[in-house]
């Protein structure tokens, strides 16, 4: 005989897929988008579906995008001569927050890990060689995290972008060793690249 399907189950362990929520978490969340949110509930499970369905990389910087070129590089009016490299599509969202930086961006989608075997093709090193030599590129502004992983990549690109003749800087210290940029706040992200040096 099969077993029955458990829907609230089923929900409970599919909330579980975000981040810092343990299972009595998303047990509460099950129940509250069961029984006080159920519209809610709806336009998340859509907002979702569609997200999934419609978002893909942009072909220039790979943040995520509803078109083959996102906004942000179909901006004419951002510098093409600064590029900006983030770890994540939230960090690029972070800096662009600040409203200190007009230039483009890159986004590596990851860092190098040598504990956890990644390395240079982990971080699309090739493209963003390709992206950041591409004769219009000035200035290229590393604002991966502070912590020892996003030290480590920022290094190594550091080397292989002056290798290469470009101007490399980095956001400035005075955000704290050890974070991540979503644990920053803006002011102090602002100031970090304002004084990127
Ligand atoms: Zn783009």
Known sequence: MTQPINRIQNL?????????VGHKTAQRLAFTLL???????????E????????LRHCSQCY??????????????KRQ??????VQSPMDQLLIKQTMTYQGKYF???????????LGPTDIAMDKLLARACDGVVQEVILAT???NEGELTAHYIAE??????????????????????????????????????
């Not at 029984?35 to 499970?45: D, F, W």
């Not at 093409?80 to 490299?85: G, N, P, S, T, Y």
């Not at 955000?175 to 304002?194: I, R, Y």
């Open 12 to 20: 409970i362990d599919a909330l579980r897929v975000l981040p810092n």
């Open 35 to 45: 029984k006080h949110e159920r519209a809610g509930a709806q336009h998340l499970a």
């Open 47 to 54: 907002a979702i579906t569609d997200a999934l369905q419609h």
């Open 63 to 76: 943040t995520l995008s509803d078109a083959e070129i996102c906004t942000t590089c179909a901006n004419s």
């Open 80 to 85: 093409a001569q600064l590029l900006c490299v």
């Open 107 to 117: 986004v590596i989608s990851g860092q190098l890990n040598p504990l956890e075997g």
């Open 145 to 147: 995290h502070f912590t």
């Open 160 to 197: 292989q972008l002056l290798a290469r003749g470009l101007r490399v800087t980095r956001l400035a210290k005075g955000v704290p060793v050890g974070s991540e940029l979503e644990q920053v706040d803006l002011g102090t992200l602002a100031q970090a690249m304002t004084a990127r040096r």
